[in-house]
């Protein structure tokens, strides 16, 4: 992006923005998965909070949100046991209901598959996803969107899950990319500040869960994951 740094009687604040954008060159969007491109936060719900449930003790909508979409911690820390084989045995039997639940009631979201076709080709295209690659695997195995995306990074592919920057400064470490060169699409507080933190300009799609998270370190709020192409079009040109 060219941007004329000779203008003359602009305010400080505004010289540092045009000086800042001088050095932006959009080159790839790296998106988040769940609650971006498919639906299945309120399935990783619910096969939750029927495990935690089993255990007498309530996972209220309001304790997920807290607990995941904004800490990135797990639900099973509200029980009183944290014995770590008890806490190993909950999750593979959490984990495996929400497979059936993906396999059963998967949603992609709305717009998701028009924006991906309106910007193929465009720009390079990434998934950094905080979902387990077997969990990843059942959902793209139903939206057929794989060929739009040129790399995945998985939970397993990276060591600190987010709000830690972790997984997107292993993706452009990985795929050679910079933050300047980049753009993200997020849906949660944790998934905006892990981006923000690894220095790139984020995006964010809230949705029904997460719509009321702390979304101050974003670049823009979008209402509808649609608006992207917009915004891109914008940075391309």
Same mark, same amino acid.
Request: charged share 30%.
């Given at each position: 992006m060219f941007v004329d740094l000779n203008t003359k009687n602009i305010s400080s604040e505004r010289y540092h923005k045009l000086k800042e954008w001088a050095c932006f060159v959009l080159k790839a969007i790296l998106w988040d998965n769940d609650g971006v491109l498919v639906d299945t936060e309120k399935l990783y719900f619910q096969a939750g909070r029927e495990r935690v449930e089993k255990e007498g003790v309530e996972l209220t909508t309001d304790k997920f949100i807290e607990q995941s979409l904004k800490k990135g911690m797990s639900v099973f820390d509200v029980l009183p046991n944290q014995d770590l084989e008890y806490i190993d045995?909950?999750?593979?039997?959490?984990? +495996?209901?929400?497979?059936?639940?993906?396999?059963? !009631? @998967?949603?992609?979201?709305?717009?998701?598959?028009?924006?991906?076709? +309106?910007?193929?080709?465009?720009?390079?295209?990434?998934?950094?996803?905080?979902?387990?690659?077997?969990?990843f695997d059942i959902i793209h195995s139903q939206t057929h969107m794989l060929p739009f995306f040129e790399f995945v990074l998985a939970r397993e592919d990276y060591e600190k899950s987010k709000p *830690?920057?972790?997984?997107? @400064?292993?993706?452009?470490? @990985?795929? &050679?990319?910079?933050?300047? !060169? =980049?753009?993200?699409? !997020? *849906?949660?507080?944790?998934? =905006?500040?892990? +981006?923000? *933190?690894? &220095?790139?300009?984020?995006?964010?799609?809230?949705? !029904?869960l997460s719509q009321d998270g702390d979304f101050s370190p974003a670049y823009k709020i979008l209402n509808n994951v649609r608006e992207v192409v917009d915004e891109v079009e914008v940075l391309l040109n």
């Amino acid at each position: 992006m060219f941007v004329d740094l000779n203008t003359k009687n602009i305010s400080s604040e505004r010289y540092h923005k045009l000086k800042e954008w001088a050095c932006f060159v959009l080159k790839a969007i790296l998106w988040d998965n769940d609650g971006v491109l498919v639906d299945t936060e309120k399935l990783y719900f619910q096969a939750g909070r029927e495990r935690v449930e089993k255990e007498g003790v309530e996972l209220t909508t309001d304790k997920f949100i807290e607990q995941s979409l904004k800490k990135g911690m797990s639900v099973f820390d509200v029980l009183p046991n944290q014995d770590l084989e008890y806490i190993d045995r909950l999750r593979v039997e959490r984990d +495996a209901r929400y497979s059936e639940l993906l396999h059963t !009631e @998967l949603e992609v979201i709305d717009g998701a598959r028009e924006t991906l076709v +309106a910007l193929q080709g465009r720009v390079r295209m990434g998934v950094v996803t905080g979902a387990h690659r077997e969990h990843f695997d059942i959902i793209h195995s139903q939206t057929h969107m794989l060929p739009f995306f040129e790399f995945v990074l998985a939970r397993e592919d990276y060591e600190k899950s987010k709000p *830690d920057p972790d997984a997107y @400064l292993t993706a452009m470490r @990985l795929h &050679g990319l910079k933050p300047e !060169e =980049c753009i993200v699409v !997020e *849906d949660s507080e944790r998934g =905006c500040k892990a +981006a923000a *933190d690894a &220095g790139l300009r984020v995006f964010v799609v809230p949705n !029904e869960l997460s719509q009321d998270g702390d979304f101050s370190p974003a670049y823009k709020i979008l209402n509808n994951v649609r608006e992207v192409v917009d915004e891109v079009e914008v940075l391309l040109n």
